[in-house]
């Protein structure tokens, strides 16, 4: 297990490194002057060349690609020129907020998807399979601004439950968040749920083809248990490692959730961001954001050898 | 009463091309403590007619077009799934041909005997534990309170087959089907494994019907053997009459096909072309095609199974014009 | 794998009446394609949405950009098919002229991985000595959550048609360039390539001959979703800003407009965001399709 943990965290360290400076060569895709890109059109050329400075873009690169990494080691990924403060400061602020919608989001991904999988296996070829791959198919095919757009304009505009967006923490008011909330997690988990349902149904229906599936019933157990306990602790395990690719697809889909109702998280953050040509901010969000991922990643490896008993004794 | 008494059979599956007839018109029976091997190649129907006893066929597609299973009184072919789970393991238990991959390898083989009793009985999780070791030592684990806590990954092909043998007789079953259990091991380990079949039938006195391809092996476990051929039964009789006085041609020429250690010569002849797949079988007997004695007339219908002395039943109508000459 | 060693089962199975022997192997694939429902219905879905973007200059009075304050927030029916917009637009127009976009991004994306991701995919799988360095990359490009990584670089490059295109590209080729090389480095231990190494083929030889044709089946699969991925994204990035520049219509800034509307206007938000689910169902009932005909055994694994 202690092996496993090694060997992936030493696989991890060059893919964040490669990462890092495939974020750092980012800024040179701005094509002409990041500085006058930045300052806008209306900046004097003093300005630009103040941001220049700023930015150390008048250093040569090899400098400036050192300067990158010392600062990564500091924990210093610049100053976002939007919040006039550290990018690091301002993305662990935003944190919290996008943390919790994406855990919202994946309870209701497990919960639906799981669930849908399942049922459509053990009824394959019936019309609940059809009913539940159906409505697969649509979760993977609508995009998530439109279901946003659509429960907003349904529950919010029409109705008037639920509010248009905003977000409350958690924290200070459950109820109020769970108000806020469920609507981006709704429209941010329906096509992962989709995915899931569709891989936990091919998953189970694999599993169930196997001897010791045949061995389990041949000795009298309940269907029950020959389902819940002996298929699905075997199907979790493949299921495992599409859970953490779940993960990544909540956080980069929060991106366009959290600008859709307003929510001052980490995807708002980058939006913004993106709209006000903060590029350090843009730059180091995103590294965060994929470092956040490759650890997540880890964890995940790491349920996945602790479930598989072959690979836990290995 | 036999322990087990099987009527006209008929399992069939639903096919894309239509209804396919896997075991036909099957009739046998077994007492207590007997041990019956059934022999054939593979896709003569052995495994289905076990699977069929067992309840284990998935239904669709399989289908049992006729016929009756009986198991100690009790008629099993109308049963509902729930009842059935309560035959399975104290009334018939049942080990397969790959220990490898009939484990469920994310559990502790502890817990996959444990639960099998679980399943039936009550019992503390104190006794639970000590019926397990119990089974694991003897089916001749070494250490096995030790060995509990394995997985099957951690234990060696032999050594999970004797899982599979302790974990199938953990209820004390009255009927064992045993599916090819040797095939998957080495040969080494293919007689220790036979050796404590026989042993464990002698303790624990439950039936054992053995499906194996294998000659040798019925040679040395069964009292009674059966012989199917393309999903029907062409011989059946007691072990020493089908090795001194077989009958049937396809019964000798599966004869031929054990290498024998005792001949000057090996003799080694494979009968000649292959078993017909179940949507091309000939009229009258199946055999017929591959068949050295075969003439015009048994083409004409499928021969019956007929008695010829005490136990013996052969369907070839050329049985008995063979051993006059 | 050889066309008919994928599918014994099927190939078994199949009805007597057929005549294969005589006939390309193509078309039994091609006939079961078109047994096969999903496929046949993603492809009529598809199909419309498709005709909708090469008769764009014929099926519209050719401007989509074409003002009428007069008859703005028409709704749908009537005169205006699709209804207007807050400038009087036909939403018909512009969510016909949107689909010529979509489709030809996405026709993009897909061509630069069919070209990209094989070439990168191939020479990963093929040579070893490349793999460890161009997997490393690759690996790295795949950390980052897609959408972001496009988000980034379209942010840096500025919003463009090319400019999406060119990041949907740098963010799904590492996708496409992996799945090629799980087949390569399979069919290069195959006998027959062994054989052909073995014989003195060039790599270029075998690689053509004997490697990329049988590597097609799963590379075609992936494309479909592809395809699916890049429409979907597009939208995506275009409802944020970052796509083609209005007034350039395109499904997503559509709708993005259509935001400050849509208690009185919700039309100008429903009509392209059901044209463009339309599209993405279209293409995964397609590649759901081809993923059951042509590689069956990518049912499991997905």
Redesign the interface.
């Known amino acids: 297990m202690i092996g496993v943990a090694l060997r992936r965290i030493g696989s991890a360290v060059p893919v964040l490194l490669l990462v890092s400076l495939i974020t750092f060569g980012m800024m040179r895709l701005i094509p002409g002057d990041p500085a006058a890109a930045i300052a806008g059109l209306s900046a004097t050329q003093r300005e630009i060349e103040q941001i220049r400075a700023d930015l150390g873009l008048n250093e040569p690169f090899l400098v400036q690609l050192l300067r990158w990494y010392g600062g990564l080691l500091q924990g210093d990924l610049g100053r976002s020129i939007l919040m006039g403060k550290g990018v690091v400061a301002v993305t662990f602020e935003r944190l919290p907020v996008t943390l919790g919608l994406s855990a919202y989001a994946l309870v209701l991904t497990l919960a639906i998807g799981l669930l849908a999988g399942i049922l459509a296996a053990l009824r394959q070829n019936t019309l609940i399979d059809q009913l539940a791959m159906m409505f697969a198919m649509i979760g993977i095919s609508v995009p998530s601004f439109f279901l946003g757009l659509l429960m907003i304009i349904l529950f919010s505009v029409r109705l008037g439950w639920l509010p248009t967006g905003g977000y409350i923490p958690f924290g200070e008011d459950p109820w109020g968040w769970f108000r806020s909330a469920t609507m981006p997690a709704i429209s941010l988990a329906l096509l992962q749920a989709g995915l899931l349902a569709r891989i936990t149904r091919s998953t189970m229906l694999e599993v169930m083809r ?3 599936i ?10 029950r ?1 020959v389902v819940f ?2 298929a699905l ?2 199907a979790m ?1 493949p299921i495992t490692t599409v859970i953490g690719i779940i993960i990544s697809l909540l956080l980069s889909g929060a991106v366009v959730t959290e600008a859709l109702f307003s929510i001052p998280g980490i995807g708002g953050l980058l939006t913004q961001a993106v709209l006000n040509r903060d590029y350090p901010l843009v730059q180091g969000g995103l590294l965060l954001v994929t470092a956040f991922l490759v650890l997540v990643n880890i964890g995940i490896d790491m349920l996945y050898a602790w ?4 690979v836990r ?1 290995e | 009463m036999s322990l087990l008494d099987i009527r006209g059979l008929t399992t069939a599956f639903q ?3 239509g209804e396919i007839t896997a075991v036909e018109d099957i009739s046998f029976s077994l007492e207590e403590g007997e041990i019956l091997g059934i022999v054939g190649e593979s896709g003569s129907g052995k495994s289905v007619t076990a699977l069929t006893v ?1 309840g ?1 066929l998935p239904r669709p597609p399989a289908r049992i077009v006729s016929g009756s299973v009986r198991f100690a009184g009790q008629e099993l072919t109308g049963l509902s ?2 009842q059935m ?6 009334g018939i ?2 080990i ?1 041909q ?1 220990p490898m ?7 502790r083989i502890g817990e996959q005997i444990m ?2 009793i679980r ?2 009985e009550r019992l503390s999780t104190r006794a639970l534990r000590d019926r397990a070791v119990q089974m694991l030592e003897k089916v001749g684990i070494p250490s096995p309170a030790r060995r509990l806590d394995d ?1 099957p ?2 234990l060696s092909g032999g050594q999970r087959q004797r899982v ?1 043998i302790a ?2 007789l953990a ?1 004390n079953p009255r009927l064992l089907i045993a599916d090819e259990p040797t095939t998957a091991l080495d040969v080494t380990i293919q007689a220790q494994i036979l050796d404590l079949l026989m042993d464990l039938r002698d303790e624990f006195g439950m039936a054992i019907m053995i499906i194996t391809h294998n000659m040798g092996v019925v040679a040395e476990t069964a009292d009674r053997v059966m012989v199917m051929y393309a999903g029907r039964v062409v011989e059946e009789a007691p072990v020493g009459t089908v090795f001194d006085a077989p009958l049937h041609p396809y019964t000798r020429g599966l004869l031929d096909c054990v290498p024998s250690l005792s001949a000057a010569k090996p003799r080694l002849v494979a009968i000649p072309g292959n078993l017909p797949e179940p949507a091309r079988r000939p009229s009258g007997c199946r055999f017929r095609p591959r068949c050295g004695l075969a003439v015009p007339a048994c083409a004409a219908a499928i021969p019956p199974l007929d008695p010829h002395g005490p136990g013996h039943r052969v369907a070839c109508i050329r049985a008995t014009a063979e051993v006059a000459a | 794998m050889s066309e008919t060693g994928a599918l014994p089962l099927e190939a078994t ?1 199949a ?1 007597p009446e057929a005549e294969p022997r005589r006939r390309h192997p193509a078309w039994a694939t091609l006939r079961r394609l078109f047994r096969h429902r999903l496929f046949v219905t993603g492809l009529v879905l598809f199909g419309i949405i498709a005709f909708m973007a090469a008769a764009a200059p014929w099926i519209t009075d050719a401007n989509p950009n074409r003002l009428s304050m007069r008859n703005k927030f028409q709704p749908p029916g009537g005169d205006w098919v699709f209804g207007t917009d807050n400038f009087g637009r036909s939403l018909w127009s512009r969510v016909v002229w949107g689909a010529q976009l979509s489709v030809m991004i996405g026709l993009s994306v897909v061509a630069l991985n069919a070209v990209f991701g094989t070439l990168i995919g191939a020479l990963a799988g093929y040579f070893r000595r490349l793999d460890n360095i161009l997997m490393r990359v690759n690996d790295a490009l795949m950390a980052f959550p897609a959408i972001l990584l496009a988000i980034g670089v379209t942010a840096m490059l500025g919003p463009s048609t090319f400019n999406v295109i060119l990041a949907l590209g740098i963010v799904y080729i590492p996708r496409t360039a992996r799945i090629v090389r799980a087949s390569v480095i399979v069919l290069r231990e195959m006998e027959y390539v062994q054989a052909a190494v073995a014989a003195g083929a060039g790599h270029w030889r075998i690689l053509r001959h004997h490697i990329l044709p049988n590597a097609m089946a799963p590379m075609i699969v992936q494309l479909s979703f592809l395809f699916a991925y890049a429409v979907l994204s597009e939208a995506t990035l275009s409802f944020l800003g970052l796509g083609a520049v209005p007034p350039t219509p395109t499904w997503g800034n559509i709708m993005a407009e259509g935001r400050d509307f849509m208690r009185d206007a919700p039309w100008i938000i429903a009509i392209p965001g059901v044209t463009l689910m339309i599209t993405v169902l279209g293409l995964n009932m397609l590649g759901d399709g081809l993923r059951d005909v042509l590689d069956p055994r990518l049912r499991i694994q997905q």
């Open positions: 196997q001897d010791y045949r061995t389990a019933r041949a000795k009298g157990l309940p269907g248990q306990k002996h602790a075997n395990i479930l598989d008993p072959r004794y | 096919t894309e091309r067992m284990l799934e729930r789970q309560k035959v399975r393991g104290p238990a049942m397969f790959e991959t009939s484990l469920n390898p994310v559990f639960e099998t399943a039936h997985y990954h951690q599979m974990m199938a209820c | 199975l009805a």
